[in-house]
T-cell receptor, first 110, second 115 residues
């Protein structure tokens, strides 16, 4: 079973395009994370959300708790944004461990 | 800026051998996690550790796995008798003090290859 579903699985964009990656989940959560995984494998935390919207530079993350849905937007995309973007949730019954989506592989072409 | 470190970065071992993966979390963090990622698959939770004991573990974390915090700084994951299917990237992570439901800082990972 997949508690966390991401779409699309793969995404190719031209430099400058506005990008949206979606995440849906099926269980009650206490928080949702967006993570970035670089080609070398390292994982970096981008956002943690429990409601509303957060912005950091060209990245915006939103969450709708009622609809169990979150989106990650990248404005003015750049080739250095190419990475795998992963949605992960803290579900209500856990001890803080994360449940991960399969990730969205983003490739931004110059 | 403080960071989580892991050693080794790559470990190659023969099936049946024991391996120990090491992590040095950010000091003052209280909760620690091990995750693994088989090549091409999603990251999966293995075990969480708080107050020097396991607080939660997944179905993957069977009797072949163990975790320790031997000296108050290092956090180790031991696989007693490795299998081919243990080949994966292993990440440790910890959130800042203040609770387990927080942003997590990930180490760079150890790539384990079992031959």
């Amino acid at each position: 079973k997949n508690e966390v579903e991401q779409s699309p699985q793969n995404l190719t964009a031209q430099e400058g395009e506005f990008i949206t990656i979606n995440c849906s989940y099926s269980v009650g959560i206490s928080a949702l994370h967006w993570l970035q995984q670089h080609p070398g494998g390292g994982i970096v935390s981008l956002f943690m959300l429990s409601s509303g919207k957060k912005k950091h530079g060209r990245l915006i993350a939103t969450i709708n708790i009622q609809e169990k849905h979150s989106s990650l937007h990248i404005t003015a995309s750049h080739p250095r944004d190419s990475a795998v973007y992963i949605c992960a949730i803290h579900y209500g019954g856990s001890q803080g461990n994360l449940i991960f989506g399969k990730g969205t592989k983003l490739s931004v072409k110059p | 800026e403080p960071e989580v470190t892991q050693t080794p970065s790559h470990q190659v071992t023969q099936m049946g051998q024991e391996v120990i993966l090491r992590c040095v979390p950010i000091s003052n963090h209280l909760y620690f996690y091990w995750y693994r990622q088989i090549l091409g698959q999603k990251v999966e939770f293995l075990v969480s550790f708080y107050n020097n004991e396991i607080s939660e573990k997944s179905e993957i974390f069977d009797d072949q796995f163990s975790v320790e915090r031997p000296d108050g700084s290092n956090f180790t994951l031991k696989i007693r008798s490795t299998k081919l299917e243990d080949s994966a990237m292993y990440f440790c992570a910890s959130p800042p003090t203040g609770g387990s439901y927080n942003e997590q800082f990930f180490g760079p990972g150890t790539r384990l290859t079992v031959l």
